[in-house]
């Protein structure tokens, strides 16, 4: 532990050194180390035996070396202290080259063989770990902020939009039944009314896609009432399937007859629906057979609602982390719908779980929901 052969004193003062938790390295004016106790050699992979009498520099990596002989010659020749009795987050070098944060206090004593500075360090490691996990953290909160933002400016756009949009369907329809008439007359090509009418039908489909963003982005409590499964299947696919009349995609609809009546809040179960159809739908763009099925019956007391697709079905390494917030493969996929749709399905007492496929079979979604109000609900 030290280069010369330590007094009875010294070997005293040593071994309770390397007790210590903490890093603790003597060097000598000329930055030469005299002592590195245990906590050292763990830190920096290299036995005191090794080191004693190198220039500390070797504990450091080597744009922090050169700094620190200038440094020392620096207090040497002016006094003016930089780390002494201060103390600061340095950078060490373990021998297997990797670096090393670590606190660094510096003291000073004057010994008869001259000054000597005692390093005591400690290994910020564990703490760094702590910070970025925290960082991390802070970075997603951003995240979520953002899209609370955007979350509120889609329902200020939507509800903003709703009334002149309603306006132009209203002004559109006035003036197709005038055309009608001049057609009638013949003042009016039936062309014409026939431009108007398509007009017509293109600002109702906006109305419809600016309401669903209102109920998707609507934050609220589970508003239950009645409802009929098949019902709220057929409005979800209507809702979906908008815009992808083109897109080749096969509906199949397999709901069991005589479902019971479902006690949920509507808009929220159909915001679920909509998310996996949408999914189904995003995972069967690109495939050459491009089916969803929709299938819902009763098991064991329980309503299935199961949205199966000929997409590639989910990586076993991503099925983990697939309904965690912000989990996407979607270049501009927020990775929401499907956190958002189990915590919906898990406050109505139900769950949303997932069969990956894979293997030439594409993913089947289950929506569960209770049929009987818990008793909670019944209590009301
Ligand atoms: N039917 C599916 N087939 C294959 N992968 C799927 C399917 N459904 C979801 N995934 C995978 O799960 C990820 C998360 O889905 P989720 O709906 O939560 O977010 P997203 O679709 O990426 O974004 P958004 O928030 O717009 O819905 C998707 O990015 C996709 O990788
Ligand atoms: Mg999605």
């Known amino acids: 532990m030290s280069p010369q052969s330590p007094t009875v004193s010294e070997a005293r003062l040593l071994s ?15 930055s030469r180390i005299l002592i590195f106790n245990k906590a050292c050699e763990e830190l920096f992979g290299l036995t005191a035996a090794e080191v004693a009498g190198k220039g500390i520099s070797v504990l450091m990596p080597p744009e922090f070396a050169h700094g620190h002989d200038f440094w020392v010659n620096q207090y040497m020749a002016t006094g003016v202290k930089k780390i002494i009795g201060i103390g600061r987050e340095v950078r060490g070098r373990h021998a297997d080259g990797t670096i090393i944060p670590i606190e660094l206090s510096v003291g ?10 005692i390093g005591i360090i400690r290994d910020l490691r564990s703490r760094k770990a702590v910070e970025q996990r925290l960082n991390q953290l802070q970075a997603q909160l951003v ?3 953002r899209v609370n933002a955007m979350d509120e400016m889609g329902a200020a756009i939507a509800h903003e939009l709703n009334q ?22 013949g003042s009016v090509e ?5 431009i108007v009418a398509k007009t017509r039908r293109e600002a109702e489909r906006a109305g419809a ?6 109920h998707f982005v609507e934050k609220r409590e589970p508003d239950r009432q009645p409802v009929e499964v098949a019902k709220l299947v057929d409005e979800a696919l209507e809702l979906t399937m908008l815009g992808h009349d083109g897109a080749g995609i096969e509906v199949v609809r397999d709901i069991a007859a005589d479902l019971p009546a479902l006690d949920v809040d509507p808009v929220q ?11 189904g739908i995003e995972a069967v763009r690109e495939r050459e057979d491009r089916w969803i099925r929709i299938a819902a019956h009763v098991d064991d007391g329980r309503l299935l609602i199961e949205v199966e697709d000929s997409g590639p079905g989910i990586p076993k390494n991503t099925v983990r982390d697939l309904f965690k917030a912000f989990a996407t493969s979607k270049k501009s996929g927020l990775g929401l719908g499907l956190a958002i749709s189990r915590s919906i399905a898990q406050n109505h007492g139900g769950d949303l779980l997932v069969e990956p496929g894979g293997a030439g079979r594409g993913a089947t979604f289950v929506l569960t929901l209770p049929l009987e109000a818990t008793p909670v609900a019944r209590a009301e």
């Open 16 to 30: 309770v050194l390397d007790t210590a938790v903490d890093g603790i390295v003597v060097i000598d004016e000329r």
């Open 108 to 117: 000073e004593c004057r010994t008869p063989e001259g000054r000597q500075f």
């Open 143 to 145: 995240q979520m902020a």
């Open 164 to 185: 002149p949009l309603t306006a132009v369907m209203l002004y559109l329809q006035a003036l197709g039944r005038k055309l009608e008439a001049g057609v009638e007359d």
């Open 190 to 194: 039936a062309a014409t009314v026939e």
């Open 209 to 214: 896609i600016i309401q669903r963003m209102r």
């Open 269 to 279: 179960i159909q915001q679920v629906l909509i998310n996996l159809i949408r999914n």
